[in-house]
Every structure is written in structure tokens, then in C-alpha cells.
């Protein structure tokens, strides 16, 4: 079965560019995650959606940084412009909000350096 | 609020070496308590997990009790090997939510 797949896997972007990272969740569930890994802060959760609906944004760090999920089997996490403080690794997580418990299964995730 | 408190790191052990990671835990409702592990220029994979008290999560010799009495879910392995060298997160989620909250990952190295 292929897991949760994120492309790209490596992103190296100038200050003030738009940068879009992509998320295509396992196949048949229905919660998709965004988080972001620092050193300094861990693991960070940005966003998470129910049925294509974002239900929490609270960890979404400002304006520059939106996410969409236009269907159950894609996500996208946008940051426009791009600010050096930005670099991290993004993760995109999926599951099945009707299991007991609601296990996360985490993509590869996408390194975003920004010069 | 929720949190999970680990074991500050790094961790390093010779290999055949008895393992344990402390993982503590603050839960506003009925948590159920899971183990991640992200080996190097990986994403994070699920270990093990436990929903109830006394329950015990196991996976590729690493196991985990979930302890209520003691707010606690440690990890344990009787006998560690170099590619057990990761870092390892414990979280919660609490039951109905679907926020999963992390420790701060503790990195372990296995020395040959």
C-alpha cells in the first residue's frame, strides 16, 4: 500500500518566493495534517482538515502560509513570500478519524530551505 | 493543558544494551498514549501504541506500558541494535480529539 506521499522532497527557494508543497494522503482517509520540525520549536501542528474541511488553523504562523485540500486526495500548503525563518521540514500526516484511536501516518516530509 | 514530558537526550548505548526512554504525560481527558520513531532523513513512523491503562504496546522488540497510576509510557527494549539509532517521540491524543501532542523526541545512538 503506498503511504502518504509529499512531494517535493527537497526545496531550495530565494527570500519572497512562493513556495507550494504537495500532500496526497493514504487512500480512504479522511483527516490530512500539516506540521512543520524545527530544531528550535520540534514538531509543530499547522492545520489539520476533516473531509477536505480545515478545522484547526491555530498553528498556522501568519498570513503567509495557507493550506487547501480541494479534494480527499490532495493537499497543498502554500507560503507566499518566503522568509529564511521559514526553512523546515513539512510533514504531511493522514488518517481515519472514525478509528478509536486516531493513529497518524506521516508522509517522508519536504526540507524547504530559503536563502 | 495537554503535554508529554521524555527524557532530555541524547541517548547513547552500546549495542546488546538495555534501553529505556522515559515518556511522562498531562491529559486533560482519557488519553490514548503512542510511540513514533523518525530515523535519519525519514518522516515519522508509528511504533507502538496503547488506548487503555495497562495495556502494553509492543513492535520490533520495543514495548510500552501504558501506567495511569503513573501518568507514564515508557519505552523499553531488552536489547538494542545500531539501526535502532533515532529519535523517538512519545504523544497523546485525547479520546474524541484528534490533536496529537508531542514530547520533544529523544535521540538515541547505538554504538557497535
Known amino acids: 500500500d503506498a503511504g502518504v506521499i509529499q512531494s517535493p522532497r527537497h526545496e531550495v527557494t530565494e527570500m519572497g518566493q512562493e513556495v507550494t508543497l504537495r500532500c496526497k494522503p493514504i487512500?480512504?482517509?479522511?483527516?490530512l495534517f500539516w506540521y512543520r520540525q524545527t530544531m528550535m520549536r520540534g514538531l509543530e501542528l499547522l492545520i489539520y482538515?476533516?473531509?477536505?474541511?480545515?478545522?484547526?488553523d491555530s498553528g498556522m504562523p501568519e498570513d503567509r502560509f495557507s493550506a487547501k485540500m480541494p479534494n480527499a486526495s490532495f493537499s497543498t500548503l502554500k507560503i507566499q513570500p518566503s522568509e529564511p525563518r521559514d526553512s523546515a521540514v513539512y510533514f504531511c500526516?493522514?488518517?481515519?478519524?472514525?478509528?478509536?484511536?486516531?493513529?497518524?501516518?506521516f508522509g517522508p516530509g519536504t526540507r524547504l530551505t530559503v536563502l | 493543558g495537554d503535554s508529554v514530558t521524555q527524557m532530555e537526550g541524547p541517548v547513547t548505548l552500546s549495542e546488546e544494551a538495555f534501553l529505556t526512554i522515559n515518556c511522562t504525560y498531562t491529559?486533560?481527558?482519557?488519553?490514548?498514549l503512542f510511540w513514533y520513531v523518525q530515523y535519519p532523513g525519514e518522516g515519522l513512523q508509528l511504533l507502538l501504541k496503547?488506548?487503555?491503562?495497562?495495556d502494553k504496546g509492543s513492535n520490533k522488540g520495543f514495548e510500552a506500558t501504558y501506567r495511569k497510576e503513573t501518568t507514564s509510557f515508557h519505552l523499553e527494549k531488552g536489547s538494542v541494535q545500531v539501526s535502532d539509532s533515532a529519535v523517538y517521540f512519545c504523544?497523546?491524543?485525547?479520546?474524541?480529539?484528534?490533536?496529537?501532542?508531542f514530547g520533544q523526541g529523544t535521540r538515541l545512538t547505538i554504538n557497535p
Open positions: 500526516a493522514s488518517s481515519l478519524a472514525s478509528a478509536n484511536p486516531d493513529t497518524q501516518y
Open positions: 487512500s480512504g482517509h479522511n483527516s
Open positions: 482538515f476533516n473531509n477536505n474541511v480545515p478545522i484547526d
Open positions: 491529559a486533560t481527558g482519557y488519553p490514548s
Open positions: 496503547a488506548t487503555k491503562a495497562d
Open positions: 504523544a497523546l491524543i485525547i479520546q474524541g480529539a484528534q490533536k496529537l501532542v
